[in-house]
């Protein structure tokens, strides 16, 4: 994940957009009847990943995650669908990239997008030395917690149909840089080839969610160009009892894989905990590993996520 400013800011933006219902002390629960998300199961797919390396394209580590991810998909019967494309760096570099998808519920005509990268960023930018600065980030939260929860939700989605048609879209190349114009290139290609008809009525990006200290406040630029998407998430998220995490505050402007979408015309939320680690010391570092990725999270996360799907959408 990757670039942002800071400018918090209190706002009410879930009580004074949907009226006092949604200000009610008292969470009304999980939309009966609904599966549960496991989050101890997603801390294992954690682990898996990090388990591969490093998936920087073009290495082993990112081969391995790919042959593991169509594996998991293809073991759901979910039907997984690659979109091979490349990409000449700043730098030079020619990176073959895959974005992974699988939908649920094809046949229905209206369906929601959610989405994370699965790529990990080549060098620890924000280490605290040299020999930390050329190593690569092990992207336990940043890369692998929402691939994680989205693989968890391809079991959840296909023992208990949507709705809705849901699909799931694991991009890659958010995280290779440094430069901007080789960040975030999965989303890109994504949005290049979003059609004028069939189109997701929304978007929902997951990214580093996995911090043992969760706070969720609404990223800027998703309250600003996906309101409708961020009032559903947050309002889900008071339904479980989950108000302090995710706090009807605007916090950070995160430019990440949901601006391509949001400048293609389809409105995407970005659920982005950006305090890794006491002053996100843990982010685009070696720390970036599982001891500082959180079962429990995952599991808060996915509920929510799961809140929003059999809910409605
Ligand atoms: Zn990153």
Redesign the pocket.
Known sequence: ??LATRVPRLLALVCLSVGVGACMSVPQGPTPGRPLFDGDAAMALVRDQVGFGPRVPGTAGHARQLAWMLDRLDSLGASPVVDTFTHVSAAGDSLTLFNVSARFRPEATRRILILAHWDT?PTSDEADDSVGRATPVPGAN?GASGTAVLLQLAAMLRDVPPPMGVELLLVDGE?YGPEVDDMFLGAKRYASRLGDTNRPVYGLLLDMVGDADPSFPVEEISAQAAELVVRKVWQAAERLGYRQYFPNTVGLRVFDDHVPLIEAGLPTANLVDFEYGPYNAYW?TPQDTPENVSATTLGMVGEVVAELIYSGG
């Open positions: 994940m990757p960023r940043d995280d685009h």
